[in-house]
Every structure is written in C-alpha cells, then in structure tokens.
C-alpha cells in the first residue's frame, strides 16, 4: 500500500504561482510513476503531468506545458508541481497519484492506483 498526501494549493491571482507537494508513505519501493491530475468542478478528472520514479522521465498535459514543471525527490518520497503564469482555467482540485506498473495509457487517471486526498487551487482574474 502506498499512501499519498498533498499539500500548497491555495488562493492566487492570475498570473501568479504555486508550488504543490505531494508526500508519499508505506511501500513507496513498488512505485513505477507519480502523477498530478486535477478536477474543476462538473469536469472530468485530467491529467496534469506525470514523472516515472526511478528514471525521471517527464510528460505534461498540453493545457499546462511551459507554464507548469513536476519534479521529484526519491530520498524523501516526495514529488513537487510548480506552478507558474496560472490562469483562472487552472482552479481546480489537484490530485497526486501513483501506479505500481507499466500501462499503454499513462495518461489515464484509471491507470493509477494508489490517490492522495486532493488540494485546492482557485486562480482568480
């Protein structure tokens, strides 16, 4: 079991940034990759980014490229969004999440399997 908590989301004009964290627990060694999805409300779940946990490879959301950057930290289990130039689009619920195997839809929230409780992030204009 992993377990998965987020942290930083928060109130911010446009324009402005933010750095979310995401602190992971329990059998962290069984993780494959870590992501960040978000959800405005009466939307469908998206994906944000992702980082795979051993060889930092990268993939971003085309909503959120060159504005956004993930990163990790293997020794302390943790995994970070900065958030750059944010535009009110942007306010939703973040959510870290992890999967423990290869899949052919990386992008796909069903794919994860372990989820954190989710933090909110409100841009306004």
């Known amino acids: 079991q992993v377990r998965l908590g987020e942290s930083g989301g928060g109130v911010v004009q446009a324009g402005g940034s933010l750095r979310l964290s995401c602190a992971a627990s329990?059998?962290?060694?069984?993780?494959?990759?870590v992501a960040w999805f978000r959800q405005a409300p009466g939307k469908e779940r998206e994906f944000v980014s992702l980082?795979?946990?051993?060889?930092?490879?990268?993939d971003y959301g085309d909503s959120v490229k060159g504005r956004f950057t993930i990163s990790r930290d293997n020794a302390k289990k943790a995994l970070f969004l900065q958030m750059n130039s944010l535009k009110p689009e942007d306010t939703a619920v973040y959510y870290c999440?992890?999967?423990?195997?290869?899949?052919?839809?990386?992008?796909?929230?069903?794919?994860?399997?372990?989820w954190g409780q989710g933090t909110q992030v409100t841009v306004s204009s």
């Open positions: 999440a992890a999967r423990d195997k290869i899949t052919n839809t990386p992008k796909g929230a069903s794919s994860y399997n372990y």
């Open positions: 329990g059998r962290t060694n069984s993780i494959y990759a």
């Open positions: 980082i795979t946990w051993i060889d930092g490879r990268i």
